[in-house]
């Protein structure tokens, strides 16, 4: 690990001299060295999204957002992978990761972790075990256990991790519920979602594609033969974290904040303490398919006060069946408060976002990071100015550079797996868990991690890897 510890001395010492990124053409010049300094950067799952962070231009490439340069590429399936392969002849190429970093970790700084859900935690635990830092695409796991293992990984090995919710959250809006602009915060209800519903299994028989290696595809996953519908990987329980982790990590990142939620768990607390304050879980859904996620389905958090917080109910509502309680909500809301608004607002009516009710007004907020934001009423609100500047603000649409920047001995990003990603992955996934156990509540620890009154939703945080995989 020489070469790497060298390397990494090196970026530092740049970082500390104001010097910034070296990026040259000829490696041969006077300045060489500093070239072949740059941060070198693996991608694990180099096809589909992977791909984005490959070019020399684009508004998620290594290049572009860093500096950084492609090192290596890892993807389980050829075809998948064909285009970045080629684009890249002269790098080397694997399958597996583990043999990628068994390989190459000396001259490697930092992995990208692009893969399906299922196969997130395994290749970032992995990397971070071989002192690489992590960059991994959200959500961030599949399971609340994955979450807490690589917060914990994290903070034992002191490498810079970020997930991929890119905008992160809205330092604003964070800042105008804290500054009470609409008062106290009674209620935040999100809508958006939903599952496929029930469907059979794939059963019948198919050869595995000379290009894919379907075990390594698995990964952790329980063994089951080749069948092109488990491809389709959004849709099963086995390998997606659903609306919650996908959409969660980018909606739902300003309310956890906000609400100062991540305080409840255990960030910095040595020891932690468990037992202090349970999270209480429900859900209402439309069946409990046995592989996928329900057709729809209605989630209600209640939350013991955080800090100097007050106590909340946070509700969820995914497909049709839970749209159809949302807009009841609206209705008697409009109805309570006329000069707030309407209830045929079309605002309402979008596929997803969130309702902040307060006591002076209600606020909407909508897509990556809640960038778009309306309070109502608008005679009210219209003219409002910025709130107190608490946060530090993210370099905006530079969400690779916080994560180099701590690699150079900057400070933590907030998508940092054990300062707000950990926690923030594991409070949203509690909503597929509470989706198998309708009608009851669930009693969250998030010192512990572990439901602490149902041992069959307890063992839903840590389902087992098949034998050879583990965190």
């Not at 007004?361 to 897509?367: L, P, S, Y």
Request: hydrophobic letters at 40%; a positive charge; one cysteine or more.
């Amino acid at each position: 690990m020489q070469t790497q510890s060298n390397r990494r001395t090196f970026l530092r010492r740049t970082a500390a001299s104001g010097l910034g990124w070296v990026v040259l053409k000829n490696s041969r010049s006077a300045r060489g060295y500093a070239v072949n300094e740059q941060l070198q950067v693996a991608v694990v799952g180099a096809g589909g999204r992977g791909g984005n962070f490959l070019p020399d231009e684009g508004w998620s490439s290594v290049r572009q957002q860093i500096g950084g340069r492609i090192a290596a590429l890892c993807d389980v399936n050829r075809q998948r992978a064909a285009k970045s392969f080629e684009a890249f002849p002269d790098l080397p190429k694997y399958e597996d990761f583990r043999e990628m970093i068994d390989q190459m970790a000396s001259r490697l700084d930092a992995v990208v972790v692009a893969t399906p859900d299922h196969t997130h935690a395994a290749p970032s635990a992995y990397a971070l075990r071989a002192g690489l830092h992590v960059f991994c695409e959200k959500g961030l796991t599949r399971t609340v256990h994955e979450a807490r293992a690589l917060a914990e990984l994290t903070a034992e090995t002191q490498r810079s991790t970020q997930m991929g919710n890119q905008a992160g959250y809205n330092t604003n809006v964070v800042e105008h519920i804290w500054a009470g602009t609409l008062g106290a915060i009674e209620a935040i209800h999100m809508w958006g979602g939903g599952g496929s519903g029930p469907r059979p299994l794939p059963s019948d028989m198919h050869d595995v594609p000379a290009h894919l290696n379907w075990n390594l595809w698995l990964g952790p996953a329980a063994y089951r033969p080749y069948h092109p519908d488990w491809m389709q990987w959004g849709r099963w329980r086995d390998f997606a974290n659903g609306h919650p982790g996908m959409w969660g990590a980018h909606h739902w990142a300003t309310i956890f904040k906000a609400m100062k939620l991540d305080t409840l768990w255990p960030i910095d607390k040595k020891p932690p303490v468990a037992g202090q304050k349970t999270i209480q879980v429900t859900a209402e859904v439309s069946e409990v398919p046995e592989a996928t996620f329900p057709r729809w389905s209605v989630v209600h958090w209640d939350i013991p006060a955080p800090m100097d917080m007050p106590p909340i109910r946070l509700n969820w509502y995914a497909g049709a069946g839970g749209t159809e309680r949302f807009q009841k909500v609206v209705s008697e809301l409009f109805q309570q408060h006329p000069q707030w608004g309407r209830a045929d607002d079309d605002r309402w009516k979008s596929w997803t976002g969130n309702l902040w009710v307060g006591t002076q007004g209600v606020m909407r907020t909508f897509g990556h990071g809640c960038s778009t934001v309306d309070m109502l009423p608008s005679d009210k609100f219209g003219r409002i100015g910025r709130p107190p500047e608490l946060l530090p603000r993210p370099l905006a649409g530079k969400f690779l550079r916080g994560w180099a920047q701590h690699m150079q001995g900057g400070p933590v990003p907030e998508g940092c797996f054990n300062k707000n990603s950990g926690p923030l992955t594991e409070w949203s996934l509690l909503a597929n868990v509470a989706t198998r156990f309708p009608g009851q509540t669930l009693q969250f620890d998030p010192v512990a991690c572990r439901i602490v009154n149902h041992a069959e939703a307890d063992a839903e945080l840590r389902p087992p890897y098949r034998d050879g995989w583990t965190l």
